[in-house]
């Protein structure tokens, strides 16, 4: 679906970003691919490797509408990952984080409309379920504009959907390559948040491929949430570094000790292999979330299912999550 086909990455210079790009490329021949972020050198840097001729560079903030407009002209599809998410620097400086990850929600939002772009795919975090801190909840402010933004868009096809997972196993920010830093400047030790700590993981490909896909199975309005591992962060430095012990440092402000990414009030429908979240309000373009625009069928979850990565019942191992380290 994406051969000749103009598609545009806000945030595309991320780890995301490239990993999309690469999969595009390898797999499609699309017309364009829209890199739109505001860093100058990672887009240079970005440029000296993917540099097909479909490759567009645009220099430019979510923050700003009318920049955002102009890179969305003829494009198709859109993947919205940029974002401000470090926890500690949102919890610091709030109102930069708000106008990124709200206020250029709501920009991206106009410009697909205004422009007719058939799909747009937001990307979330599991922070933005049952938020603690204000990353989260900026990120659960955006997957609600996304959502409703397919009550506003009229006769015109633009469909919005969101997709929510886990933690990226080695891409930045991960703890994964902390560890591996601290391992390479000869640490005797690993710091753990909590010993108990569990979160779900994900490598890149896997997060990518899930977006691909939900481009062909969204209607619009869902919120896509894949079946993945999870994993003790002590297992998970013990797979890293087996000789080395653990220092307790506490749980950081903001932090949870397992992450959710589904509440328990939550309307829910189960495929074999993800969740779909459905919208709490109805749109003009009433439809059936049971079965997705593929035509598979899924399985209503009444309200009281909550699925967090201490109650989930895939667990890796240290071996599998090895494999998976080396393989992202």
């Known amino acids: 679906m994406f051969n000749?086909?103009?598609?545009?990455?806000?945030?595309?210079?991320?780890?995301?970003?490239?990993?999309y790009t690469?999969?595009?490329?390898?797999n499609y021949t699309p017309n364009k691919i829209i890199i739109f972020s505001r860093d100058e050198l990672k887009q240079y840097e970005m440029g000296q490797t993917y540099n097909a001729p479909c490759?567009?560079?645009?220099?430019?903030?979510?923050?700003?509408?009318?920049?955002?407009?102009?890179?969305m002209h003829g494009v198709d599809f859109v993947i919205h990952a940029a974002a401000l998410k470090h926890v500690p620097v949102a919890?610091?400086?709030?109102?930069?984080?708000?106008?990124?990850?709200?206020?250029?929600?709501?920009?991206?939002?106009?410009?697909?409309?205004?422009?007719?772009?058939?799909?747009?795919?937001?990307?979330?975090?599991?922070?933005?379920?049952?938020?603690?801190?204000?990353?989260?909840?900026?990120?659960?402010?955006?997957?609600?504009?996304?959502?409703?933004?397919?009550?506003i868009v009229g006769t015109r096809?633009?469909?919005?959907?969101?997709?929510?997972?886990?933690?990226?196993?080695?891409s930045r920010g991960s703890v994964v390559p902390f560890f591996k830093q601290l391992m390479a400047e000869g640490a005797t030790e690993l710091p753990i948040t909590d010993a108990a700590m569990t979160r779900f993981l994900i490598t890149l490909e896997d997060g990518v491929n899930f977006v691909l896909n939900n481009f062909k199975r969204m209607h619009g309005g869902e919120i896509f949430i894949p079946k993945i591992p999870s994993m003790k962060m002590t297992d998970?430095?013990?797979?890293?570094?087996?000789d080395l012990p653990h220092k307790i440092i506490g749980i950081r402000p903001g932090e949870k000790m397992h992450e959710v990414m589904i509440t328990e009030n939550d309307t829910v429908v189960e495929f074999s292999d993800y969740y779909v979240i459905t919208p709490t309000i109805q749109f003009a373009h009433i439809v059936n979330y049971d079965t997705n625009a593929l035509g598979q069928t899924g399985k209503e979850i009444g309200i009281g299912f909550e699925y967090n990565s201490l109650?989930?019942?895939?667990?890796?191992?240290?071996?599998?999550f090895l494999i998976m380290e080396q393989n992202s």
């Open 236 to 242: 998970l430095a013990k797979a890293l570094a087996p």
């Open 91 to 151: 919890e610091y400086n709030p109102m930069e984080c708000i106008k990124t990850n709200i206020t250029g929600a709501e920009n991206v939002i106009k410009a697909a409309i205004k422009n007719e772009v058939e799909k747009v795919i937001a990307l979330s975090t599991d922070k933005a379920s049952g938020p603690i801190n204000l990353y989260g909840a900026t990120k659960l402010a955006s997957d609600k504009l996304f959502v409703a933004a397919n009550n």
């Open 22 to 26: 690469d999969m595009i490329l390898e």
């Open 55 to 71: 490759m567009r560079y645009f220099i430019g903030d979510v923050r700003d509408e009318d920049r955002v407009n102009e890179a």
């Open 157 to 170: 096809k633009t469909r919005f959907a969101v997709v929510r997972y886990g933690n990226v196993v080695g």
């Open 4 to 19: 000749n086909k103009n598609i545009l990455i806000t945030g595309g210079t991320g780890s995301f970003g490239k990993k």
């Open 311 to 320: 109650n989930n019942t895939e667990w890796l191992t240290k071996e599998e």
